[in-house]
């Protein structure tokens, strides 16, 4: 039986999609309503998770650059849904992220209720991962995250990041538990991948997994 913890990506798909993230990136644009977003167009992914889960910094390692979107240590960093073009050929998307954030309650959930809107009805979006801090694990809010997208079949993919800040067994341990989790999500698809956007690791399987999601 095949491992479903694996990632299987063959060495040519890792390379194209190692080849297709070092193509010109650029920032595209920010929107602050449903009515202010791009053509839908492309075939998009989106970022969501925690504030401070490392969406931004995940999407600054896929692309190869530190600058691209804004990161920080302030959670609620991001705002907007950031929109970012890859190649000419799809759109990477830095949401805000839901739970704490240090702004205002009425400003957090003005935009959190934006992120809502567009998981819900992006017609472009192919898939959405979902991040979960490796040292946390899934908390009370990612589970109604998962709800919400498991009730409107938007296909989600949970990416652990920060790997680097725990051990590799923890992190087995976290990836297992979190496949047992999700095993029963209708729309949660069946793998799990844990990176770091400081060192790098899983970045390559999950360029991979993007490139076949919105490409092939
Ligand atoms: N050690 C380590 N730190 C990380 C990693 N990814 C992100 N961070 C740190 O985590 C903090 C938050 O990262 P962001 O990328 O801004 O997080 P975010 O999810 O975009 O946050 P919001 O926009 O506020 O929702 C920053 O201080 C990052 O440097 C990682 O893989 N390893
Ligand atoms: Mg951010």
């Known amino acids: 039986m095949t491992d479903p913890i694996e990632p299987l990506y063959t060495d040519e798909e890792i390379e194209a999609a190692r080849v ?22 492309l075939p998009e992914v989106a970022f969501a998770g925690r504030s401070n889960v490392g969406k931004s910094s995940l999407i600054n390692g896929l692309v190869g650059q530190k600058y691209l979107a804004r990161a920080s240590n302030e959670p609620g960093r991001t705002r907007e849904l950031n929109f970012f073009l890859l190649a000419e050929q799809l759109r990477l998307v830095d949401l805000p992220g839901y739970g704490f954030a240090r702004v205002s309650r009425s400003t957090a959930s003005k935009f959190q209720d934006l ?4 998981l819900r009805g992006r017609p472009n979006l192919k898939r959405v991962y979902l991040l979960i801090d ?3 694990g899934l908390k009370k809010v990612d589970a109604e995250a998962m709800d ?9 993919q949970i990416v652990l990041t920060k790997a680097d800040k725990i051990k590799p067994p923890e992190v087995d341990k976290v990836v297992a538990d979190t496949l047992k989790a999700i095993a029963k999500r209708p729309a949660a698809f069946p793998r799990v991948i844990a990176t770091s ?8 399987e999950l360029r991979a997994e993007i490139q076949r999601t919105c490409l092939s």
């Open 20 to 41: 297709l993230f070092a193509q010109p990136v650029s920032f595209m644009m920010g929107a602050v309503r449903m009515d202010g977003l791009p053509p839908a167009d």
């Open 197 to 204: 956007s400081e060192k790098g690791l899983g970045l390559p």
């Open 148 to 156: 919400a997208l498991d009730i409107s079949a938007v296909s989600y």
């Open 134 to 136: 490796s040292r946390h």
């Open 115 to 118: 992120g809502r809107q567009f």
